[in-house]
């Protein structure tokens, strides 16, 4: 007679591992908005936020009738983070406060339109963090993204017939990423195994 204990795939191992859960994560920045409002009002109001993707450029080497291929450059694509826009502005705050150090867009101080002339004025980082969901929050694994930059933002629209919150989606482009996966005593999705 079969029990939970033998679940799993034959030659492979007995167990199923517990998933890493969408819904248990967190994200927080550095230097975002230049030091103008609370970078943990951004992380407060954050709705999605998708992790790092990695692409390689693919570079053929031809030779009479065949074809090889081996990897160029690499590119970490933008992450979009999509955040519910409050009703006190205080992460709208700092999402405008970056953007006014990327670019000057309404004109001050006699710079119209100015941009920043060095990146390291604006460039800001983010940490994407995958919890376990327990009291004690441990961190199953962190992504860092590092030389990060707004690259677009839409602040949606109004809608009379809908009763949603407004959100501001970003896209956020950034010059590396780097995962940390952090070792843990956590173990299967099975349990509750009874012994005679």
Not at 5 to 13: A, L
Not at 46 to 70: G, K, M, Q, W
Not at 108 to 137: C, H, W
Request: net charge negative; proline share 3%; charged share 20%.
């Amino acid at each position: 007679m079969a029990t939970v204990s033998q679940m799993g795939i034959p030659g492979i191992g007995n167990g199923m591992l517990m998933p890493k859960r969408k819904n248990l994560w967190r994200v927080t920045f550095t230097n975002i908005g230049q030091g103008q409002g609370n970078s943990a009002d951004v992380s407060l109001q954050a709705i999605t936020c998708s992790r790092p993707n990695l692409s390689f450029e693919e570079i053929p080497i031809h030779r009479y009738n065949s074809v090889a291929y081996v990897l160029g450059k690499h590119t970490w694509e933008p992450i979009n983070l999509v955040l519910e826009d409050d009703i006190t502005n205080r992460a709208t705050k700092v999402i405008s406060s970056q953007i006014d150090s990327q670019q000057k867009l309404i004109g001050a101080d006699g710079a119209f339109l100015a941009s920043a002339s060095s990146a390291s004025i604006y460039k800001f980082g983010v940490k994407l963090e995958q919890l376990d969901g327990g009291d004690g929050t441990i961190i199953l694994e962190t992504w860092i993204l590092e030389g990060g930059m707004i690259q677009s933002v839409d602040y949606g629209e109004g809608d009379y017939q809908a009763s949603e919150s407004h959100t501001i989606n970003l896209t956020i482009r950034y010059d590396h990423a780097r995962q940390e996966l952090e070792p843990n005593s956590l173990g299967t999705a099975i349990g509750g195994v009874v012994t005679a």
